[in-house]
């Protein structure tokens, strides 16, 4: 059992997740045991409705599950504290969401800068990593504008910018490439690869195949529960088709 706790970066177990909707009760997850390790690359697959959202709102601790247990780096998230709660949500785990909004009247640089502002990083220091993660993913000439003034994949940039500039260990993005054209969708997939080779967990969810192939291993879900879960036969490891970019030393921090 130790070793569990110490081998998987998280672990649910019998996760459900209801709600109310006026009279009627929703199962978004119903039943939900999932392990999954540091560093690994996972794709999680469904339909529209199958529960996707809500298991990355629970990994992501936006959310806490009706019943079962969530475990995260061998702490049980039920039993933490608050504060050790945002403390994991700004520094631990940086967030793709689309729903998780840009601050509309603030410039990109303090949208990135923002999580080192709750974490309590001094000003000076959370400037230069701001504006080093911004210029990882090629917008060091978008500093000071304001995220209408980007286009959407200049802005799910600012959101992966904000998502490393914390160095979280584990990376949730919720359908990172909807919305984009295809060349953006792969310059923002091969962003998430190279973060992945730099260390870092990656759990993403997509309802296209191809977006699916950069993972190393696919969790379907159908009506809140586990569909399959499988290793995908054949990584794709296409350094090739990696940008000129220090992504993951931006993340791990190197200088
Ligand atoms: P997916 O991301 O796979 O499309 P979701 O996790 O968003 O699915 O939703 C799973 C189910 O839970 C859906 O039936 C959805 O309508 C319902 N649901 C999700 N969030 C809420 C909520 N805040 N209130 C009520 N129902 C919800
Ligand atoms: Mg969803």
Known sequence: MKETLATNTLSLRDVVKTYAMGTAIVRALD????????????????PSGSGKSTLMNIIGCLDVPTSGTYCLEGQMVAEMPEERLAEIRNRRIGFVFQTFNLLPRANILHNVELPLVYGGVARGERRARAERALQTV?????????????????????????????????????????????????DIMAMLDELHAGGQT????????????HAHRVVRLRDGLIESDEARRTPVLSPAKAPALDLAAAAVGAA
């Open 202 to 213: 990656i759990i993403l969810v997509t309802h296209e195949e191809h977006i699916a192939e």
């Open 31 to 46: 039943g939900v045991s999932l392990e999954i390790a540091k560093n690994e690359y996972v794709a999680v697959m469904g």
């Open 138 to 186: 090629g917008l060091a000439d978008r500093m000071s504008h304001r995220p209408n003034e980007l286009s959407g994949g200049q802005r799910q940039r600012v959101a992966i910018a904000r998502a490393l500039v914390a160095r979280p260990s584990i990376i949730l993005a919720d359908e990172p490439t909807g919305n984009l054209d295809s060349k953006t969708g792969e």
